[in-house]
């Protein structure tokens, strides 16, 4: 059974550093994109970004550029999401998902992380 | 940047009603177009891919149509079950876009 296991829920300051992970199992983690999707509070969903484990290739959409870094252990099965500097802004739902065999549509989703920035 | 539009954001119907909902790529996507439900504090499910194919254990009262620009998902009888947010996504490109979302309200 395919899944995707996300690190909990963290709450930080504004400044702070953040690395939030996404294990999968079931499945040859290497040979498949891992998407990162944000949802801010009460809003809908937005494409950070993605990674290829079984070479590291990442793609990050022009909103998010800059702003985070995507990594992945193809040893551990996991792959990443991080911030040098939060910001409140940042407060939101993380996923991640896999693509499916056929295309980039997101087959499995983790269950989500949600991370709040606060002073 | 392709963007995905979908109407209406809002819908309020009855267990039993059929429901459509529709979703516009401001470009050509061929038939690259995922359909997803997300209730609240879950992660989205995936519904359909390519336009029209079922998920494996997706009820069959969900189906999908389009191509080019233009799409819908369509509920054929609301079940309770149903009452949720979904969300389109075109993967013509990477990092595909998805749709504002539709919120299927009890009326």
């Known amino acids: 059974e395919v899944q995707l296991v996300q690190s909990g829920a963290q709450v930080k300051k504004p400044g702070e550093s953040l690395k939030i992970s996404c294990r999968g199992s079931?499945?040859?983690?290497?040979?498949?994109?891992i998407d990162w999707v944000r949802q801010m509070p009460g809003k809908g969903l937005e494409s950070m970004g993605s990674?290829?484990?079984?070479?590291?290739?990442?793609r990050y959409s022009p909103s998010f550029q800059g702003q985070v870094t995507i990594s992945a252990d193809k040893s551990i099965s996991t792959a990443y999401l991080e911030w040098s500097s939060l910001k409140a802004s940042d407060t939101a739902i993380y996923f991640c998902?896999?693509?499916?065999?056929?295309?980039?549509?997101?087959?499995?989703w983790g269950q989500g992380t949600l991370v709040t920035v606060s002073s | 940047d392709i963007q995905m539009t979908q109407s209406p954001s809002t819908l309020s119907a009855s267990v039993g009603d059929r429901v459509t909902i529709t979703c516009r790529a401001s470009?050509?996507?061929?038939?690259?177009l995922a359909w997803y439900q997300q209730k609240p504090g879950k992660a989205p499910n995936l519904l359909i891919y390519?336009?029209?194919k079922l998920k494996s254990g997706v009820p069959s009262r969900f189906s999908g149509s389009g191509s080019g620009t233009e799409f819908t998902l369509t509920i054929s009888s609301l079940q309770p079950d149903d009452f949720a947010t979904y969300y389109c996504?075109?993967?013509?490109?990477?990092?595909?876009?998805f749709g504002q979302g539709t919120k299927v309200e009890i009326k």
């Open positions: 990674i290829y484990p079984g070479d590291s290739d990442s």
């Open positions: 998902g896999r693509h499916g065999i056929d295309g980039d549509y997101i087959n499995y």
């Open positions: 079931g499945y040859t983690f290497s040979n498949y994109w």
């Open positions: 470009q050509s996507i061929s038939s690259w």
């Open positions: 390519k336009a029209s």
């Open positions: 996504q075109q993967y013509n490109s990477y990092l595909g876009a």
